[in-house]
């Protein structure tokens, strides 16, 4: 468990996948290798002020180094790729968020690369190189490959070769600024090999902060065996947006459950989209965004919102090749001006901008226990507290107005409900936020 007062446990974070943000092309390259550079970090940059005004700390960037194609099939983890910019953009990106006091993660693909990778194609050519100790090859120079995709070739975690890549990788970036890793496919990477590399790159840079993607198992059995700080709370993700869809908020109350006992050994990174899923407002809905918002501003965690949720933007993940298109599209050069936005558009804006700032203002909330007050099929009352203070969310997800307890909240901070005494009169489909 980190220190109290670790950075990380104020940090929330606005999630990026750069390649699509900016309009790289990230289809099929006939060199990668000899493509120009082309400067579109930059826009990142312009976006920074709109994070400030979120009242975000943190920038999560997917994958910024050369790649074939989607950032994830990597061929040089030690340069920028030229469709993103080069070392220059970087570190004018990273001292840009420094000034406005803003945390930069870096997306480290450790668990494989692309088959265009030099040290493979080494490897292919020579199964005794010093290169193809990094691989699983076998009799007939066949790679172990991520989950069924061949363009993506596993390294192998159990010998000293990867060790030391991924050690390499890790402290280059830490030492030109980044703050933290998050690992990816850290679920298909052995602990034994996260033990081995986290403790060595610490020894350097001791306040670097490691979130893994890990979508199923023990989470709690996965850090302290690997090292990491925390994983993704895939489970409280799926209790969320599906209690919602489904009009089960059962579902959440058992989510919540399993989520209250991270806490005694980690604190986990929560989130209501990525760049691999599809867009809360698709999933549950433009009027039941609120509902899942207060959810994640007011329960336990390390927040992260996926760049466009704040303004609504829908999209579904498809699995097909470009499936992921719609979910990474292409932003603007910079933030369009509030009163330029449509009206649905800038109340999705205002939404998180209040609920990220009562997260602010009550930062006990990272580590406090959730207690469900009331729950129904459509109905759920939650109360998060400490011995002195409580935040109470009050969700309707029916087609009637209700009346629900709110335990010994006084004060309404957000929604659309009335509260009278100890009770809050929600409309159909309503919620409320509330503090003691």
């Known amino acids: ?21 900016t309009g790289a092309q990230i289809r099929d390259r006939d060199d990668p290798e000899g493509e120009p550079i082309v400067h579109r970090l930059p826009r990142l940059e312009s976006w920074l002020d709109h994070v400030v005004e979120l009242g975000l700390n943190g920038i999560a960037l997917g994958p910024v180094f050369e790649s074939t194609t989607h950032g994830y099939d990597t061929t040089d983890h030690f ?31 450790f668990n494989h690369v692309g088959r265009e990778h030099p040290a493979f194609r080494a490897a292919l050519a020579d199964p005794g190189s010093d290169e193809a100790a990094l691989f699983q090859l076998g009799a007939g120079g066949d790679a172990e490959v991520f989950e069924g995709h061949e363009a993506l070739v596993a390294l192998d975690h159990g010998g000293d070769a990867a060790a030391e890549l991924v050690t390499r990788v890790m402290l280059h970036w830490l030492d030109r600024g980044i703050d933290g890793w998050r690992l ?33 198992g023990e989470y709690a059995e996965i850090v302290e065996s690997s090292t990491m700080d925390a994983v993704t ?30 806490l005694a050994t980690f604190v986990p990174y929560t989130f209501l989209g ?13 009027d039941l965004v609120p509902h899942a918002l207060a959810v994640l501003c007011t329960v336990a965690g390390i927040p992260s919102v996926y760049a466009g949720d704040e303004l609504g933007l829908e999209a579904v ?55 469900v007050v009331v729950v129904e099929n459509g109905t ?57």
Request: no cysteine; hydrophobic share 45%; proline share 5%.
């Open 274 to 286: 990525n760049h691999d899923v599809t867009r809360i407002a698709t999933s549950v809905g433009r």
């Open 184 to 216: 990816d496919a850290a679920y298909s990477v052995p602990s034994e090999f996260w033990a081995r590399v986290l403790p060595a790159v610490r020894e350097q840079h001791a306040d670097a902060w490691f979130l893994g993607e890990v979508i199923h």
């Open 1 to 21: 468990m980190r220190d109290p007062e670790h950075w990380s446990l104020s940090a929330m974070w606005w999630h990026v996948y750069p390649l699509g943000f």
């Open 79 to 109: 340069r920028i790729d030229p469709r993103l910019g080069d070392d220059a953009d970087f570190d004018r990106l990273i001292a840009a968020a420094h000034e406005r006091g803003i945390r930069v993660l870096l997306d480290g693909v």
């Open 233 to 262: 709370q895939y489970e409280l993700w799926q209790g969320i947006w599906h209690s919602l869809a489904e009009r089960n908020l059962f579902e959440l109350e058992h989510a919540i459950g399993r989520h209250n006992a991270l």
């Open 380 to 436: 759920i009352v939650l109360r998060t507290a400490t011995a002195d203070a409580a935040i109470v969310t009050a969700l309707n997800v029916t087609d009637a107005a209700v009346r629900l307890p709110v335990a010994d909240a006084t004060q309404l901070l957000a929604g659309d409900g009335e509260l009278a005494g100890d009770r809050v009169a929600l409309p159909p489909h309503g919620w409320a936020t509330l503090s003691s």
């Open 317 to 371: 993940k498809e699995e097909r090749w470009g499936g992921d298109d719609a979910i990474r599209p292409e932003f603007p050069e910079r933030p369009t001006p509030a009163d330029e936005l449509d009206d649905a558009t800038r109340s999705t804006l205002d939404l998180h901008r209040t609920l990220i700032a009562i997260r602010r203002r009550h930062p006990w909330l990272t580590r406090a226990h959730t207690d």
